[in-house]
């Protein structure tokens, strides 16, 4: 027996002891804390066989320092679960948050389609939501510069109805065999592994340069649409046409929209690079403490329908999945609203596991011919059999109907059904009860011709590119079309081979002259470089105010957060203030300090902090007042966190509230007065601020493209 052994063997466990309230706290045998609490009452852990465990916290060994034992199925079983607790993330789509809620009908379309949902007024439907970005892996941040996919999953009376959509109402590419090149290319490049959820890189624009028809796409990408403040101000788009077929069997053309209550807000781009280090789950975090707190999201549903002849007389073919089709031409109608009001009980369980699928339709709604869609009713399912592994992956609750289904599909990988009987088949004649077909009421696809040779040629009336880009551009505010150059600046920049960068400012000349020369300025190319030939000539089309971003903003203080910087010394009646003007207007505060114990006020009382300064920049927020005294304001001044807050705050256009110690540490950060920058003490004046932000300011502040 060898000498370390010896010592060992007599060696006794001797927990460190730690006074805790009597009745709270048990010790395990390893000397771990179990919190009981008097008279609780807990339920007994077993095995997934059902067996009791005495220890959760020691594998069986043959001596307590002795080999681990082949023979300890618990060991084995909890182990084994552990090794494969993850499944294979989406290919695209991976990083995402669910909410769960319900849709409303508030406008019939009986005269249009047969699907209840869509006729029922008043009817409430169950939802699952899930909003997610595309580029990155399931660990990547919430805020890169990408589409937001918006899926919601109807759990109608007549089956589920998936809407898989965007929040931007067109795509890259007008065919789906183009897609894996697409995601490929904008993917982390495969041979090192980087970028992580960005377009700012070779592989991406490399793709795009060589690919007019997304030139659409690449305007909206290169907006700040990309870049929301919250996903519960992001607008949702079906993006393809579907149909409506009513009873007759007569079909009619759809197009579906989602439209926040909150309006939409966006971030500028210098403040979602911070955010994405302050707080990588930004959107999550703010859409579960939302829904927790009862301030739920909410969207109004809305078509614009339209009929063939109308599609005949578009200047432009709806079924192009990179086409929109303007408010102005089809205004939109409002029949619906949909209410988040239930977070996930399990992330894994709900938001990993549900299964979108756009071939998900009831009867009373049918598809389009869209090249793009038509590809997409293949995808969805296929991917699941890889990402879920199995068949059966429609019985996971979260994927399940809230209606009766019943078919003669049978076994399969993790069957949870136990279907009786002799027959599984049909037709039958040996049980009166098996599930038979439904011709009168159940899904049936619109009777349309079609006739012409089988062919790989693309239509001609898809081959426009640049107008709806130019139109786009155009029907942007001023602010708006220099941040969209600034972008194209910024992204191109990041590309290292010039003749991709120059192919690019190439495309932007078909879209507006103006632009191209802005972005060949930004990127210092010495000439503007040739444009390509188009496919189609460019187009002037009239604007679409309805395309803007700016246009669409609410001035509210609904769904904004509010961050108050305070320091010792600080007056509570002022913090008091500020904070029941900012709630009685729907906004939420939070409190900053140096310390997240809080600060002592002028008063002698300690105000808890929600946020510690260094680790709580002013990213976070919509609009911050600095309420100081003046020797906070002295400490402050020497504080780069504090400096920094103010400082980015002006920067990314915020309302800054000032009181006089407020003021001294605006003074430090070389802050100057505008209209945004008010003393706390002029009434109104903050809250009036923090509902918008200051656009005059941004080209004291910034030089854009
Ligand atoms: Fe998707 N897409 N997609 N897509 N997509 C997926 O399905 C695909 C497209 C969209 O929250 C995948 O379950 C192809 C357009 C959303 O779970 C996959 C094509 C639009 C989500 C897939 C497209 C979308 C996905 C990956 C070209 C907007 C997330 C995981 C034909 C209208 C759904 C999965 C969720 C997810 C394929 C193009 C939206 C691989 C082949 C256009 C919102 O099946």
Redesign the pocket.
Known sequence: MSKEKTKTDSKKTNPKKIALPQGEVQRGAGGELHQTGEGTQHSVLTTNQGVALSDNQNSLRANPRGPTLLEDFILREKITHFDHERIPE?????R?T?VHGFFELTASLKQYTTARILTEIGEKTPVFT???T?AGGAGSVDTPRD?????VKFYTKEGNWDL???N?PV???Q??????D??HAVKMEPDRGFPQSATAHDTFWDFISLTPESMHMVMWIMSDRTLPRSLRMIEG????SFRLINKAGESTFVKFHWRPKLGLQSTLWDETVKIAGADPDFHRREMFEAVQAGNFPEWEFAVQLFTQEDADAFPFDHLD?TKLIPEELVPLRVIGRMVLDRWPNNFFAE?EQ?????ANVVPGIDFSND??????L???????LS?LGSANFHQIPINAPKCPFANHQRDGHMQMAQPTGRVAYEPNSLSQDSPRETPTKGFRSAAVPEMGEKSRIRAESFADHYSQARQFYLSQTAYEQAHIASALVFELSKVEHVHIRETMVGHLRHIEEDLACRVAMGLGLAKIPTAPIPAAPVQDLPPSPALQLIGKMKNILMGRCIGILIADGSDGTVINRIKKAAMDEGASVKIIAPKVGGAKLADGSLLAADGQLAGTPSVLFDAVAVLLSGDGAKTLCMESAAIDFVRDAFGHLKAIGFDKGGAALLQAANIGQDAGVVDVNKKDAFIAAAKTRQWEREKSVRMLA
């Not at 065919?175 to 894996?180: G, L, R, S, T, V």
């Not at 293949?378 to 699941?384: A, H, K, M």
Request: some cysteine.
């Open positions: 989406r290919i695209v789509h991976a995402a669910g899930r909003i997610s595309v589409v937001r996919g918006f899926a898989v959509g965007n931007i795509f890259f590419i065919d789906a065999i183009k897609f894996p697409l995601i788009f079906g993006v393809h999945p938001t549900v299964a979108y699928c756009p090249p793009l869609l038509q590809g997409r293949f995808s969805y399912l296929d991917t699941q990402r």
